[in-house]
């Protein structure tokens, strides 16, 4: 017999321990996506309990059900539309209060529920009791202790989604009764909407039946969301044809509880919520002097103090970022050479032609261009999944916020724009720390303009060969600077142009401190990379073979014959011709053919940028590029600066190029991923190589007139 | 002068009267618990002075000072 099939969905408060009780129940077996056309994740997992097939899905954390933020919207249409049978409301036991608003709205979408009182154990140690039976027998649905971090409760918690399934709990008609004068107008609409046979109904989607047919909204429920002049509602309400009526009765609903209360009628729902449950509260819980945050506010004495507090977040910054890439360089290192070595091997295994070409070039190459990434991935989400376990990120957001805020950014942008500085493809995925999805694909956007470790490089190749030592250093920093300065500009200007509105406020829970559970941290750690090889992964090695094929195709000229030399084959091969093709665009810039051909293949990754101009201008011996002895790099210098021919204006000009324009392929895709749209990626890549050539343009025309570096 | 949330001091505290704004801010400011009649203490300014920490019966809230202007104090 086949397994009966559950849907439950998870919902809760951010820092409610929401994510801990999600991978208690599903383990390893999850599954993480993107609702359709945000940036909002879904994850998604199951498992079986009593002959039940168990499918939960984690809705996105939040504080109520308005349609002021995507992840509320999203929360509710998840409810609403997928309708789930049983809603699981995770609350903080030791904030009880607070986190029942959430479930006041919560049970208005009329979906059978389960109350889990999380982190029990924090509420008891605080002096709390609470009476659950009484509590359950209140909110007319059944309650559940738990301790997420010590895997308590799971077993309570299956049976409560069980015995609410099979309807052992016959959930109350309503939970919160608003005040007289409000509840008046609410049956008022109803008899309206019910009186006129449906037609008024249509417009709330609220069907005629009783609100329980496919994917009709709740009738109760949109009637108060109607009265709370709900944004999206009233949107949906306007649009249908038939919504005259209820739009005219709703006004006046309005007007009358105006003339009556004579307050505002949001603020006086929401006191009605707030009054049911602190009478629920004082009936079935006990609770002694709530001190759940004195030990996080000694902590915050120090890590916010006024003196300290940016000293030591940068010090975590600097851990971090230590943590990442000193330790995961190595291990890039290790997986490069790896792959360079499997690449010889079968070099040597195979018989020159296409096949082997292809093999070794293409897809080991783009294998290993994937792979490669794995390790500071890994390493940058441990740390961040600690950090964010803990309740730090929040502080680190406290503390630059006043910074961030005025590039136009949030105080969560510092860390994936910190990580940039490694390596961009980490950093934009580091991105999801920031809830909004405006701040966050700003913060995308720019990210690519923090200077990484690829492009390194290139700027000390050139500036060896082009600068002398004592003017080195500041060359080197004014890249970096000017690419932070670029992103401070463009990060407004988006900001300003593309996502104008209003701007989210930073209305900001610090949660209290916790260590997480390290069975958390690394289910974080390897969603993340899985993630990452998944979905980046294949876009990545295909963006790889189709670079293959630009350089390798044609492999001979118009009549037949093979290519004399590499340079030649390289010069006629498709990136060559694109490079030919571009070259009065570049010119302008001191640019050559030749250099567009290397801009062309810094696509795959900046570094390339160098090695394939040695290559076009034949300056390249074998050691050369490998070897790191102050001589050979020199005699590589040398040789750049003879046939190159470049003045030191120009190597500075093909620098910043490097660091403005398009980003490599794989941040591209993770882009891409990131997003779920090719819009933005598009974007970046449209939008960088502008502005690269502006920049370039000014500096290189300006140089030229004041005849610097000529 | 109607004294807000940002003219308190660190260590100070105050009930909130009201709200003024009528959109995002405030929706999210109920939503976390913070209501009219509620008596919240000043903590501390970030670092650099903006955002600033205010806590309420086990909450700890973050927000801006022109959100924090928003908040009416009795």
Not at chain 1, 278 to 292: I, K, L, P
Not at chain 1, 397 to 402: G, I, K, L
Request: aromatic fraction near 8%.
């Amino acid at each position: 017999m086949k397994d009966k099939k559950i849907v439950i969905a998870l919902a809760g408060n951010p820092n409610s321990g929401k994510t801990t009780i999600f991978n208690n129940l599903t383990g390893a077996r999850q599954h993480v996506g993107n609702y359709p056309g945000v940036t909002v994740e879904k994850k998604e997992g199951w498992l079986k309990h009593e002959g039940y097939h168990i499918t939960v899905i984690d809705l996105p954390g939040t504080y109520g059900l308005s349609a002021y933020s995507p992840d509320e919207l999203i929360a509710r249409k998840v409810i609403i539309d997928e309708k789930p049978d049983v809603l699981v409301n995770i609350v903080d036991a030791s904030n009880l209060e607070r986190n029942l608003y959430l479930s006041t709205q919560l049970k208005e979408l009329e979906v059978p529920m389960v109350l889990v009182l999380n982190m029990a154990d924090i509420a008891e140690r605080n002096g709390m009791k609470v009476n659950y039976e009484l509590l359950s027998q209140l909110l007319g649905m059944p309650v559940v202790r738990a301790v997420g971090t010590k895997n308590e409760g799971t077993a309570d918690i299956l049976d409560a989604i069980v015995s609410s399934f099979t309807g052992k709990y016959k959930p109350l008609p309503r939970l919160v009764r608003y005040r007289p004068e409000v509840e008046e107008e609410i049956e008022h609409l109803q008899k309206i909407l019910y009186n006129s046979g449906g037609n008024s109904l249509m417009p709330i989607e609220a069907a005629a039946s009783g609100g329980n047919i496919g994917h009709s909204y709740p009738l109760r429920w949109s009637i108060v969301k109607l009265l709370e002049n709900d944004h999206e509602l009233m949107k949906k309400t306007k649009a249908h044809p038939q919504s005259q009526v209820l739009l005219e009765q709703l006004e006046q609903s309005r007007k009358r509880i105006r003339s009556k209360l004579g307050d505002d009628l949001d603020m006086a729902l929401v006191e009605d919520r707030y009054a049911f449950i602190r009478g629920v509260c004082r009936e079935a819980c006990q609770s002694h002097s709530m001190d759940r945050v004195s030990i996080t506010e000694k902590i915050d004495n120090v890590l916010l103090n006024r003196v300290l507090g940016i000293p030591l977040f940068l010090g975590m910054m600097w851990l971090l970022f230590q943590l990442t890439f000193t330790l995961g360089e190595p291990l890039m290192d290790l997986i490069e050479v790896g792959f360079a070595n499997l690449g010889i091997w079968v070099n040597g295994q195979m018989t020159e032609g296409l096949l082997r070409s292809l093999l070794v070039d293409g897809i080991i190459g783009g294998v290993g261009g994937v792979i490669v990434f794995l390790p500071v991935i890994l390493l940058l989400f441990l740390g961040i999944a600690f950090l964010e376990g803990t309740g730090y990120m929040a502080r680190a957001a406290f503390v630059m916020d006043e910074i961030m805020h005025k590039a136009g950014l949030h105080g969560k942008s510092f860390v994936p724009m910190l990580i940039g500085f490694g390596c961009t493809v980490p950093a934009l995925m580091a991105s999801r720390t920031l809830e909004n999805p405006r701040d966050r694909l700003v913060t995308m956007l720019v990210t690519p303009l923090m200077s990484c470790g690829a492009r390194l490089p290139v700027y000390t190749l050139l500036i060896g060969a082009f600068f002398a030592p004592q003017v080195a250093g500041n060359i080197l920093f004014s890249l970096y600077l000017i690419g932070i300065i670029l992103a401070i500009v463009m990060a407004r200007v988006f900001r300003t142009w593309l996502l104008p509105g209003e701007a989210e406020p930073f209305v900001m829970e610090l949660p209290i401190y916790r260590l997480p559970t390290l069975k958390s941290v690394l289910i974080h750690m390897w969603e993340r990379a899985w993630l990452y090889l998944r979905k980046a992964g294949t876009i990545i090695l295909a963006l790889s073979i189709v670079m293959w094929a630009l350089f390798t195709f044609p492999m001979v000229d118009e009549n037949g014959n093979e290519f004399e030399s590499t340079i030649v084959q390289v010069e006629n091969s498709y990136a060559g011709r694109m490079g030919k093709v571009i070259e009065p665009v570049l010119s302008p810039l001191g640019f050559d053919w030749k250099t567009g051909v290397a801009l062309v293949a810094g696509l795959g990754a900046k570094e390339i940028v160098v090695s394939t101009m040695g290559t076009l201008y034949s300056i390249e011996d074998d050691e050369a590029l490998a070897a790191e002895e102050e001589p050979v790099v020199k005699s590589f210098a040398q040789r750049a600066r003879e046939q190159s021919g470049y003045t030191p204006l120009v190597a500075y000009v093909l620098m910043l190029f490097t660091l403005i324009y398009i980003p490599c392929l794989p941040v591209i895709a993770v882009m891409r991923r990131e997003t779920n749209t090719w819009k933005w990626p598009l974007f970046t890549m449209g939008y960088t190589i502008t502005l690269a050539w502006v920049v370039c343009f000014v500096v290189y025309q300006g140089g030229m007139l004041l005849g610097i570096g000529v | 002068m109607t004294r807000t949330l940002k003219d308190l001091v660190p260590g100070e505290k105050a009930r909130i009267k009201a709200i003024t704004d009528s959109g995002i801010i405030r929706r999210r400011i109920v939503e976390m618990g913070l209501v009219p009649g509620m008596e919240l203490t000043m903590e501390r300014y970030a670092p650099l002075g903006d955002p600033i920490e205010v806590s309420s019966q086990g909450l700890l809230l973050s927000l801006r000072k022109e959100e924090a202007d928003t908040i009416i104090l009795e």
